[in-house]
């Protein structure tokens, strides 16, 4: 069953949803480019691993609140004395876990030397929160003074998004598509930007290479719509349940309604 969405579908952007779909996004977006830019090209993924928020987990044990006097043994490391005086065992014991967050950016090399040419970078939330956000904003700044041209692909309406020039003045739209070219012998760095909006199609954009070859197309709507049904997400996300953080602008929350009525009408629930 295809998305009732026209571009993107806000409920990818679940918490639990969206590690597999960014890794089959990048996975796709790179097969798709490979069709049309080889053999002077080729694309890849490159996966990063990171590690992300500490969380806690299951208890191990349960122990007495004081231990034992007792001659301090080094097998044993609850109930240590030292000169009598008993020293607290801690009561619970539990593991601190740093998450592992594995990125993934989709890297256009020209195939004779392996240069790299064109990055694209697939924003996740890691990108876009606190220290995740800044040092992707390093990397981000110092692709840009190298030779190496810049796409970057947000369909994320939460965090804070890492480009100023995105923010500053702030743009329309729930997401962002931005290219970045280099030019040789100009330093500047001029952002195209497209606002995309969820009840649109998301647009062709243009994946730079080494002049004077012209871009290759990136059909991001397909990419989008074939991972959605490749990996069964018509059976896998419910669109009953509340639409995932963010919430929404009020315009898009009045036709989000509409949509998914329609989407119910046309595909009923079979018996």
Request: net charge negative; charged share 25%.
């Amino acid at each position: 069953m295809a998305s009732p969405f026209p571009g993107m579908d806000h409920y990818l952007e679940d918490r639990n949803i969206w590690p597999g779909f960014h890794n089959r996004l990048a996975t796709e977006i790179a097969d798709r480019l490979n069709t049309n830019i080889g053999p002077k090209y080729y694309a890849d993924v490159e996966v990063r691993t990171v590690l992300e928020d500490v969380s806690i987990a299951r208890p191990r044990r349960v122990i007495p609140d004081v231990g034992v006097v007792e001659q301090p043994s080094r097998e044993r490391a609850a109930g240590v004395t030292v000169a009598d005086i008993a020293i607290a065992s801690a009561p619970v014991e539990r593991f601190a876990i740093a998450d592992e967050t594995r990125l993934r950016t989709v890297n256009v090399y020209l195939t004779e030397t392996d240069e790299l040419v064109t990055a694209i970078e697939i924003l996740s939330p890691y990108n876009k929160h606190g220290e995740g956000r800044e040092e992707y904003r390093q990397k981000r700044s110092r692709l840009l003074r190298t030779s190496v041209h810049l796409v970057e692909i947000d369909l994320l309406r939460g965090g804070y998004p890492p480009a100023t020039e995105v923010v500053s003045p702030s743009l329309p739209g729930d997401y962002v598509l931005l290219v970045n070219r280099h030019h040789p012998g100009d330093p500047r760095r001029l952002s195209e930007i497209w606002p995309a909006y969820l009840n649109q199609p998301l647009p062709v954009i243009p994946v730079p290479l080494l002049d004077p070859d012209p871009d290759a197309p990136l059909e991001l709507n397909a990419a989008i719509h074939a991972v959605y049904s490749r990996a069964g997400y018509s059976w896998r996300l419910d669109y009953s349940h509340p639409v995932p953080d963010p919430p929404l602008r009020a315009e898009m929350a009045a036709w989000l309604d509409q949509r998914l009525s329609e989407h119910k009408q046309q595909n009923p629930p079979s018996s």
